[in-house]
């Protein structure tokens, strides 16, 4: 997936503005130019600041998700990027048209080539089958039965309900009607895929389940994904960045790992508390430079190259980590006399690659051995020290402290 700052954009919103009100164009937009808060303008102006100054961009086969309290705007945000609502100041380009700009016939064909859309309800038609319901916006842009049946069922086969196309919504479960709605967007083929809540309504299991098949069913399709969630898990678990909004400003765009590592503000920390930190920081990011211990090293030696490490792995030939000598060790062996650097070492440590997550090796770090991090071949790529990991893990909790004590005390 692509997340890199070279990959083409698809999506880009530019210092965009939405105020709601008999006179959007007029003070209120003004004060939100300014720099005033959305809260401040409604009182002033009795106008609503749905956006203030969102900017963004959306690279080809990213997902995007964008996360936010009721209200912060996520809505507002995506019925941008088809025009389902007109926007007060700046810009919103997808592949380089100016939405702006369209209306009439154009906008439709533009909305139905380009976008699929899944909405938190499912809105299926109840008297049409699920294959028809698939198959609708194919119908409305004329495409005759058999090509539309056909595209339907391959998109129903994507999302593992084939066997289903000829029954009736109402036979199907809550997650199955969302699935026909996401069947529904994939028909068309569209490029961009705008999906706002299209989980929420689902129970936690399910909603976990389609997180999952969404995600595998994308790494084959490559669609560019703009998800909209007020739920900090869903949003880190499938985006590739992550955009947190409040009040219709943007507060921070950031990988998951960016996100829960250099969470911007305290309100981003304040969020990020309630998600379980191992599960998406990566062992790459809390690893150390090898710095393996030199072949030829008296045990005396090694222990003095340990510095303040948990411990430095002795390579094979092929740059294998084969042992490792912890601090604890080498002084036991010393203080029964040994010199050599071999009666200081042991074979039980944990090895895991550089994109396994804290949580993976949490258990192992508990032993308090330094982890071995390695590449596809085996080779030293990385030494964790387990105090790391654990510190790594409270860091946030520390800054949302640091937050309730700077805005309580
Ligand atoms: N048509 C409208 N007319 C007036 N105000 C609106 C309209 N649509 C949205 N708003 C206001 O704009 C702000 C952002 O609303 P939006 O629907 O984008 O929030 P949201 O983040 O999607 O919230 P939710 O999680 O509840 O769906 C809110 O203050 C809302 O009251
Ligand atoms: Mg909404």
Redesign the pocket.
């Known amino acids: 997936m692509a997340t890199s700052t070279d990959a083409e954009v698809i999506i880009e919103l530019d210092s965009v503005y939405k105020i709601?009100g008999p006179q959007p164009r007029g003070r209120a937009l003004q004060l939100a130019k300014s720099g005033m808060k959305k809260n401040d303008v409604q009182a002033a102006t009795e106008h609503?600041v749905?956006m203030t100054n969102v900017s963004f961009k959306v690279h080809r086969a990213e997902t995007f998700v964008i996360m936010?309290?009721?209200?912060?705007?996520?809505?507002?945000?995506i019925r941008t990027v088809n025009k389902l609502h007109d926007i007060t100041d700046g810009r919103v380009i997808v592949d380089g048209v100016d939405v702006q700009a369209l209306s009439g016939p154009p906008l439709q064909q533009f909305r139905r080539e380009k976008m699929g859309m899944v909405f938190q309800h499912f809105a299926l038609f109840p008297h049409r089958s699920v294959i028809d319901n698939t198959g609708y916006g194919l119908k409305v842009q004329g495409i005759d039965k058999s090509e539309r049946d056909k595209k339907s069922l391959e998109a129903l086969n994507l999302v593992g309900l084939g066997p289903f196309a000829h029954s009736m919504p109402r036979e199907l479960s809550g997650g199955m009607q969302q699935r026909v709605g996401l069947a529904r967007a994939l028909a068309a083929d569209p490029d961009v895929l705008l999906m706002d809540?299209a989980f929420s309504a689902l129970d936690p299991l399910i909603r976990r389940q389609m997180q999952d098949e969404m995600m595998a069913i994308n790494a084959e399709l490559q669609k560019t994904i703009l998800f909209?969630t007020?739920d900090l898990n869903e949003a880190l678990r499938i985006g590739d960045r992550v955009c947190i909004?409040k009040d219709?400003a943007v507060v921070q765009i950031g990988t998951p790992e960016e996100i829960l590592t250099r969470p911007a503000t305290g309100y981003v920390a304040e969020f990020v508390q309630d998600v379980d930190q191992g599960r998406v920081i990566k062992v790459l990011e809390v690893m150390q430079e090898p710095q393996p211990v030199v072949p030829g090293t008296t045990l005396q030696q090694g222990l003095e190259s340990l510095g303040e490490r948990a411990g430095a792995f002795v390579l094979d030939d092929a740059g294998c980590p084969r042992a490792v000598l912890t601090a604890a060790d080498a002084v036991r062996a010393a203080s029964v006399g040994s010199t050599e650097l071999e009666a200081g070492l042991r074979t039980d440590f944990t090895s895991c690659g550089p994109e396994c997550t804290l949580n993976e090796i949490y258990a192992a770090a508990g032993r308090g051995l330094p982890i071995a991090c390695v590449d596809d071949s085996g080779r030293l790529v990385g030494n964790l020290d387990p105090r790391h990991i654990m510190e790594e893990m409270g860091r946030v909790e520390n800054l949302i402290d640091d937050f309730e004590r700077e805005v309580f005390m």
Request: proline residues 0%; glycine residues 28%; charged residues 10%.
């Open positions: 709601f609503v749905g936010g309290l009721s209200g912060s705007g996520k809505s507002t945000a809540e909209i007020h909004m219709g």
